[in-house]
Every structure is written in C-alpha cells, then in structure tokens.
C-alpha cells in the first residue's frame, strides 16, 4: 500500500489501531466531521500555534505543493547549521509527520509540538505509581511517534522532543491580544489564522505557552505494556506494518466502540456504504445482524466496567442480573447511579417501553418551589489566548444568557437575555450585573441543567475577588453570586446560597427515567422524549 502513516493516522491507530484499516478505504462511513473550521474555533488550537511561531521569529515555513517536494525542501533546509523550520515534512520508508516547529543547531534537533492543552503548577502527568497519567497519554504518544520517525530519518543527529502547552497559570500582558489571531478561510476554502501586523513587543512580552521536555515520559511510553505483556512499541511495528500491507489490526471490542466514527447512519446505508463498526463486531463476536438490535453495555449509561464486561462475553444488557451491578442506595431521595444502571436494565429485559417517574418524591420537590420559575442558560467560552490584560489563559467568560419565567399559571414568559457583541471586549462585569438585575425582583426559584451555569458563575466570583482595580459594586456582586451558587467541591470555605440554583438534571437522574433516551440525560434526549410523550392540547 502506497498511503503514508501521517501523524493523525497514527493518533487514530492509539484509539484503535483496527480503524486504520477504514480510514483510506472509501466504502466505510465515517461519521467524523470534516468542518476544520469549526473545530479550529472551538479548539483555539490554530491561534496558539500561530502564537507559537511569534515566539520565533527567525522561523521558516516549508512550503511545497505536495508531500514529497515538502520533505525534499525540508532536507534542503537542513543543511544549515542552524536553522528554525515551521512544519518540517519528515519521512522515513512509509512513515511520514509535519513538525509544528523544529530547531536545529550543529547535530541537535529540537522537536517542538504545539498543543492547546493546558498545563500549571498543579498538572501531574504521572501517577503516583509513576505511570503516564492516561489524559497524558495520547499527547505523549503523539510527540514519541514524531521522534520516532525523525530518529530514523536523521539518525547521526540528537533528539530531543517537547510539548509546547499553554501555560494557565500565566498571565496576559497586554489588551485585546486574542484579536490578533484571526481564524480565516483562504480562498482555497483552507482554514488559516491571519496574525495581525499590530502585534507588538509587548504582546510577546510575557510567554503565554510553555516548553515541557518530555523525552523520559517518552521512553516509558514505549516500553508500556498491554495486560498480554507486549510493550507500546511492539504494537505500534505491528500495526503500522499491517497498514502498510493493507490487512486490518484484529479487532478488540472495547469501551470506545460506543463512539466509533466507522458506524453507518439511514443515509449512509441508503448510498451502500459499510459499517466498520458492525464489521469489527461480526468478526470479534459472531454477531449478525439481529444481534445489533438489542441494547449493550455500551449503551449502559456511567457503567464504569465496560471493558471488563465486554473482555468477559457480558454484553447485551438483557443478559444482565442485579448482582453484576452490585446495586446499592446513595442516601439520598430517589434513584443511586447503580438503581437507575438497573432500571434501564430493567426496562430492556421486560421489553418495557413506558416512563418511570418517583411521583412522590417530584411532587414533594415541586412543592418546595417558589413561583414565578426562573430558567437561565449561558453561552461561554475558554480561550487560550486571553482578551485582557492580566488575564489567564482559559479563564472562563461568559457572554450571553436568556432567562425565561414560568408563573403559577402555567404561562411561559421569555423574561430578558444579554449578548455581548463587542469585539476585544470583556464582557465580565456587564454580563453578571445584567443578571443580577434579571432575577432581585423576587425570590423565584432559579433553575439549570447540569453544573455549566453554576460552574461559571463560580469563574467570575474568583475573578471579583482578586481584581487590582476592583468595581464600586464588587461587594454587591460577590454577595449576589453566592446567594444563587454552590462552592466547589474541595473549596476551603464550602457554601451554598439561600437561593441555590436547582440542577434539573439532577432531578432527571432521581426521579425520572424514559425508555426512549437510551440511558442518557443530555437534555438533547430527555427533552424531545418528554414532548413525544406529552398530550399536547390546542
């Protein structure tokens, strides 16, 4: 097979090293979004790169119309003694990678990848048994592939390899750096980052990202070995070799099989294409196509065993007996995680579509309600590259909320919202003195839907509480926020307003379960339920 093992193509293989055998091959449905653009924008990870190469400003792009002449230039640009190179193409046989940024001096290498992932005084990347913390992993894997390939290209040279992360415990030195790295599209419809030509010394003065050798960590990621003994190494040579051979990795049924990109939607099977997914199954399994009908442990929501359950033949959820859910009460009102994993199994094996509701316990928790309803849901962000002056790197902004009523009498009101439109401009204080005016006018209860809102608020309270240049209405501010908020968990002085926000999904895991959600709580589910289940009347 004449297809490269690119960087990317080896990420999936950590995932799953039987995808690379779908990934080339046209006839299987991929479900992984192709919008560079927009993951791009919610990742930040194209303007941190570019904040990056401002760091060297002595750098050189490789340039090139094709892979090949990429890698003759980079070659070519090598011979220097010293020389600073933006996505360098390296290959060796049919390996192939592009380097963020690569350093040479003399016969030193400097391997440098850029990544959007945050780190502070506070990362550990080990474990305290000295393993690569498994959130580490696919980014350590990543870089030692990269070293890997580079090594055998350049072999009389000495490596050394780096994350470059964002370092949240930074602080920006100057307004409105955010806005001088613009995600574009160029007129080949490529996304790009456009970097201002205002960007200053001072911009650059302090570093918001940070160089973290990793050549050890690399070392014991090679040597890592699987519950069968064979090391990281030694899986990566046999399945980069089947790639090469165009043989598929025998497939492993585990956990991530619940979200494989390979699996086929109604209009994919419509244009004749094939599932992976199913095929991977048919082969590990023997499943045919009735066996894909009934619910698995895959399905089974916040099941912490799913690869222990799949490695012992214990798939399908009708197969399931209380005692392999070592079902047992929290304390609290209405449903445990393991009663409700339970009632979902429950469901399955009664062939019993109809919702359950803890009526009592609902009714008693609506009894303590305090009309009129208040409903509020934010829109947020966390960039890598701050707006303001003093900020760090991944402090949480909100921008936008709208906030809807409901009275005694049923009637829904869409109450007031804020947006910020202004570029550059930190929308902080607006945005909480906005809601405060929203909801002091009487004592309605304030409801949300998992811990996003709360979790915000709790962003800007710490932002209030250290501002150089605090507003005159700081303290009216504090007090309103913990007045409607919980603390963190772990916080040294815990609270919890008199006026809390109810979670409803909290309410949702209690009380209330439906058949048709699958075991998820997303409100993406368990709202279209409820209104499928609901007599509407005209």
Same mark, same amino acid.
């Given at each position: 097979m004449s297809s490269k093992l690119t960087k990317s193509k080896f990420k999936l293989a950590i995932e799953c090293p039987t995808k690379l055998y779908y990934v080339d091959n046209d006839i299987y449905a991929n479900q992984m979004t192709d919008d560079a653009f927009l993951k791009a924008l919610a990742e930040g990870g194209m303007q941190v790169e570019a904040l990056a190469r401002c760091y060297y400003p002595e750098g050189k792009y490789v340039t090139a119309r094709t /892979? =090949?002449? +990429?890698? &003759?230039?980079?070659? #070519?640009?090598? @011979?220097? =003694? +010293?020389?600073?190179?933006?996505? &360098? &193409? @390296? *290959? !060796? *046989?049919?390996?192939? @990678?592009? &380097? =963020? @940024?690569?350093? #040479?001096? *003399? /016969? !030193?290498?400097k391997l440098i990848e850029v990544k959007a992932k945050s780190i502070g005084k506070d990362t550990t990347i080990e474990t305290k048994k000295k393993d690569i913390n498994a959130k580490w992993k696919p980014y350590i894997a990543d870089v030692a592939y990269q070293k890997w390939v580079l090594q055998k290209a350049y072999p009389n040279h000495r490596i050394s390899a780096y994350l470059m992360l964002v370092d949240k415990d930074s602080l920006c030195p100057t307004d409105g750096l955010n806005t001088k790295f613009i995600l574009k599209k160029d007129k080949a419809g490529k996304v790009i980052v456009e970097t201002s030509e205002l960007l200053t010394a001072a911009d650059l003065s302090t570093r918001l990202l940070k160089e973290l050798n990793i050549d050890n960590y690399i070392e014991k990621i090679w040597n890592e070995r699987d519950d069968e003994g064979v090391t990281f190494k030694e899986r990566f040579q046999t399945f980069s070799q089947l790639y090469f051979e165009g043989k598929k990795y025998k497939p492993i049924p585990k956990k991530e099989c619940g979200t494989c990109q390979f699996k086929t939607d109604l209009k994919d099977e419509q244009r004749g294409l094939k599932s992976g997914f199913k095929e991977c199954w048919q082969e590990a399994l023997h499943y045919t196509d009735m066996d894909f009908i009934d619910p698995t442990v895959l399905d089974l929501w916040f099941f912490l065993k799913k690869d222990q359950y799949l490695k012992d033949g214990l798939i399908k959820l009708k197969d399931f007996s209380e005692e392999d859910l070592a079902i047992k009460k929290d304390g609290d009102l209405g449903l445990s995680r393991t009663e409700r994993q339970w009632k979902q199994v429950e469901k399955i094996k009664n062939n019993d579509n109809e919702i359950w509701i803890d009526t009592q316990n609902l009714r008693d928790e609506i009894a303590s309600w305090t009309y009129p309803l208040h409903f509020i849901d934010f829109e947020t962000a966390m960039l890598p590259i701050p707006f303001k002056k003093g900020e760090h790197p991944y402090q949480g902004i909100a921008f936008q909320f709208s906030h809807h009523t409901l009275d005694e009498n049923g009637q829904v009101t869409h109450a007031g919202d804020y947006l910020n439109t202004e570029p550059g401009i930190d929308p902080t204080l607006d945005f909480i003195r906005a809601l405060k005016i929203e909801l002091e006018n009487d004592n309605g209860t304030i409801f949300r839907y998992s811990d996003h809102e709360n979790t915000y608020l709790n962003f800007i309270l710490s932002q209030l509480e250290v501002m150089p240049e605090p507003p005159t209405d700081q303290k009216a501010l504090i007090i309103f926020i913990k007045t409607i908020t919980k603390s963190p968990r772990k916080h040294k002085h815990p609270w919890e307003g008199n006026r809390c926000m109810v979670d409803l999904l909290e309410l949702v895991k209690k009380f209330y379960f439906d058949p048709l959600t699958n075991g998820s709580n997303s409100i993406k589910k368990v709202f279209p339920s409820i209104l499928q289940r609901s007599k509407l009347e005209v």
């Open positions: /892979n =090949d002449e +990429s890698v &003759a230039n980079t070659r #070519k640009m090598l @011979i220097e =003694d +010293s020389v600073t190179l933006f996505e &360098a &193409a @390296i *290959q !060796h *046989q049919n390996y192939f @990678i592009r &380097a =963020d @940024i690569l350093i #040479k001096n *003399q /016969n !030193h290498l």
